[in-house]
C-alpha cells in the first residue's frame, strides 16, 4: 500500500512538472510566416543566466534548408542561418513579458527591439513582436511538443 502511494504522489508530481513546463516561454517554437501563414522554422528558446536566447535550430521552408545570410552585412554575410542566434540577451521586465534590442531576422537582415511572452489565454502560443521605431509587427509562435 505505501509502494503504491508513493507512485501516486510521484505519479502526481510529474503531471505538475508538465504542466509547469507548458507555461515557460522556453523550448522550441515553430515560426509562423504572419504574411501567408506557413510554418518557416524552430526556433530554440532557452535561458542563458537571466536572459533569453533564442537560436534556429530547424529551417521548415522547402528548398531553404541550407539557407545562407545573403542580405547579411559583416561577420554574418553567407553564414548559415540554421545554428544562428537570432534572439539575444532578452530580459524578463513584467509578469513573463521579455523585452529586448536583439531580434534578428535573417530574411531581411535586419534587427529589431522586441516584446516576447506567452499567450495568456493559450500557453502554447508564443507573441513575438518586433519593433523599428514606432512600427511594430508580432507573430505568433507554436510550441513543439515532443
Do not use: H
Not at 37 to 60: R, S, T
Not at 87 to 95: A, G, K, R, T, Y
Request: net charge positive; glycine share 8%.
Amino acid at each position: 500500500m505505501e509502494r503504491a502511494y508513493k507512485l501516486l504522489l510521484v505519479g502526481i508530481a510529474l503531471c505538475f512538472l508538465q504542466i509547469g513546463n507548458a507555461q515557460s516561454v522556453f523550448g522550441k517554437w515553430k515560426t509562423i510566416d504572419d504574411r501567408n501563414g506557413q510554418p518557416k522554422a524552430i526556433i530554440k528558446v532557452y535561458k542563458e543566466g537571466n536572459k533569453m536566447q533564442g537560436v534556429v535550430q530547424k529551417i521548415l521552408e522547402k528548398g531553404k534548408e541550407n539557407a545562407k545570410c545573403e542580405k547579411c552585412d559583416g561577420d554574418l554575410k553567407d553564414k548559415d542561418i540554421l545554428g544562428m542566434k537570432i534572439i539575444e540577451d532578452v530580459v524578463e521586465e513584467e509578469d513573463g513579458v521579455w523585452k529586448g534590442k536583439k531580434l534578428f531576422d535573417p530574411e531581411q537582415a535586419m534587427t529589431f527591439r522586441c516584446r516576447i511572452w506567452l499567450n495568456p489565454d493559450n500557453p502554447n502560443e508564443l507573441k513575438v513582436r518586433g519593433y523599428l521605431a514606432f512600427i511594430y509587427r508580432t507573430q505568433t509562435w507554436l510550441r513543439v511538443l515532443e
